[in-house]
């Protein structure tokens, strides 16, 4: 989905606020959430993709003003919901407040998972175009490199596809590649020596 | 933290929500006995960058090693007894004189847990994220990394299954130190590509 989560390039966002050195876990919840979310994934078998999908749902206000653990107490709490555990209203009458979950699946559940690609369709060097499209499901196809050229510069092995794997039982594995694009190509500013390697599957990619 | 006899401190909206959800799934019987102590033991003293500082500073002293890490990283950093969920398909990436590498994940938070632990609040929030991508020179050098501008500058963004480690060059005047010692020079910052040493 074209979700607030897809920052790559967004601009308007001020300095890093970098530390050299921080805990693993700043408050004792971030602990809880974390290992929270491993206890629903654990009960009703959630997929890195239907996962990662669960955060890039999070209303846009939410997920910008909310840390990185909040992000996933909400994953935890919506799939939890979403799959019968708990519902919405005892979670907030348990918190005595407001209890936000993520917004609906947007993408229809996925029929049929199609065949396993084994062939990597492109080598090392070849050039490439990623497709222009816009999945209203979960992708790891980032935003800024949809439409534009680049080259082939490693192959990775074939892995199961999440865009599938987030919205069915079922999997695909294909092909993923690591491909290089000019700075310069992707934003038109006419940076000089910067290139940007996006990691990607065979079926989100075609021939340039 | 509260003293005793003192009421504790009210919690949070969000300590109220994990709060909640804890207590439901607990009913439910799901969260097993000692389970989120469990959590934060593992990565708060097994993980973390001391990990990569080993593979780096073995790198630097080994250079047969090195050309195993850099053709296999996934097999070279388990040598090390290094591995495991989000280090399972590793490329190492080396800096040079002429090439800066930097890490980043725009769409999430992918980092290489078994050699540097859990990713900092900093390369998970979206200043870092939408802007790496976009501006390198720029942010490096706001986050003190200025590199002359004929070094070439590969940013790597993990969006699929593979995970990046930066091996940054070996600091001059080194050469007699041994590999703990040589460890200790190696930063976080500069296996992420935020820095050089």
């Known amino acids: 989905m074209d979700g607030i989560h897809d920052l790559g390039g967004m601009q308007g966002f001020g300095p890093v606020a970098h530390s050299p050195a921080e805990p693993a876990f700043v408050y004792r919840w971030e602990a809880v959430a974390r290992a929270l979310m491993l206890v629903v994934a654990g009960a009703v078998e959630v997929s890195g993709g239907e996962f990662r999908h669960s955060i890039e749902r999070m209303d846009p206000g939410h997920y910008l003003t909310s840390s990185y653990y909040e992000h996933w107490l909400t994953a935890a709490a919506t799939l939890a919901v979403e799959h019968g555990l708990v519902t919405g209203a005892e979670l907030e009458q348990r918190a005595g407040g407001r209890f936000p979950l993520s917004g609906p699946v947007l993408a229809p559940a996925v029929a049929d998972a199609g065949p396993d690609v084994e062939k990597a369709r492109f080598g090392v060097g070849d050039r490439v175009r990623v497709r222009e499209w816009h999945p209203p499901g979960h992708t790891r196809c980032p935003a800024y490199v949809r439409g534009k050229c680049g080259v082939v510069v490693r192959l990775d092995g074939t892995y199961s596809v999440p865009d599938v794997e987030a919205h069915a039982a079922a999997r695909r594995r294909e092909p993923t590649y690591s491909v290089r694009f000019g700075a310069a190509d992707l934003w038109h500013d006419g940076q000089v020596g910067v290139s940007v390697h996006v990691d990607l599957w065979d079926s989100y990619l075609e021939a340039s | ?197």
């Open chain 2, 1 to 197: 933290m509260s003293k005793e006899g003192h009421h504790p401190a009210p919690l949070s909206p969000v300590e109220q929500r994990v709060a909640a959800l804890e207590a439901v799934l607990t009913e439910r019987g799901l969260v097993p006995e000692g389970f989120i102590e469990e959590i934060s033991r593992r990565y708060e003293s097994e993980i973390g960058p001391m990990n990569g500082a080993k593979v780096v500073a073995r790198a630097w002293a080994d250079p047969g090693y090195k050309q195993r890490l850099l053709g296999d990283g996934t097999a070279a950093i388990a040598e090390l007894g290094f591995g495991g969920a989000e280090g399972d398909h590793m490329v190492v990436v080396e800096n040079t004189a002429a090439v800066h590498n930097v890490i980043v994940c725009t769409l999430c938070s992918c980092y290489p847990w078994p050699v540097l632990g859990l990713p900092p609040a900093w390369y998970k929030d979206p200043p870092y994220r939408a802007r790496m991508v976009r501006e390198p020179r720029v942010l490096l050098a706001e986050m003190g990394c200025r590199l002359p501008g004929e070094v070439e500058i590969r940013v790597w963004d993990s969006s699929a299954e593979v995970r990046y480690l930066v091996l940054p060059q070996r600091p001059p005047g080194t050469e007699g130190m041994t590999q703990t010692q040589l460890a200790e020079l190696v930063t976080r910052d500069s296996m992420i590509g935020v820095a050089r040493l």
